[in-house]
């Protein structure tokens, strides 16, 4: 499999580790990754620790993980995506 500069979009979960998810999209080709929780709908945030600073990573709740995977599987389908910082107020609740 071959999704040169690709963003590749992956469940979280499983005996991978974040680091290992983001190497093994990295030697497919992808220019970047997108896990995402495919079991709770909650709005936690985890900390992605890895080793790969030379590709974009992020991790996304339940409900965009699993529309963006859905709408990847159709190969006529293009995806432009737009990241944005979120802000987190001290009493953790989500901007």
């Known amino acids: 499999m071959n999704i040169s500069n690709g963003i590749a979009i992956i469940q979280r979960g499983g005996n991978c ?18 896990i995402y929780e495919p079991f709770h709908s909650g709005m936690e945030l985890y900390n992605m620790l890895h080793n790969n600073s030379d590709i974009l990573s992020v ?12 709408l990847a599987k159709d190969i006529r389908t293009q995806l432009n995506i737009t990241l944005r910082p979120i802000n987190i107020d001290i009493d953790n609740s989500l901007d």
């Open 17 to 34: 580790t974040f680091s290992v998810k983001i190497t093994h999209a990295k030697q497919y080709g992808a220019s970047a990754v997108i």
């Open 59 to 70: 991790y996304v709740q339940r409900s965009i993980g699993s529309r963006l995977f859905n």
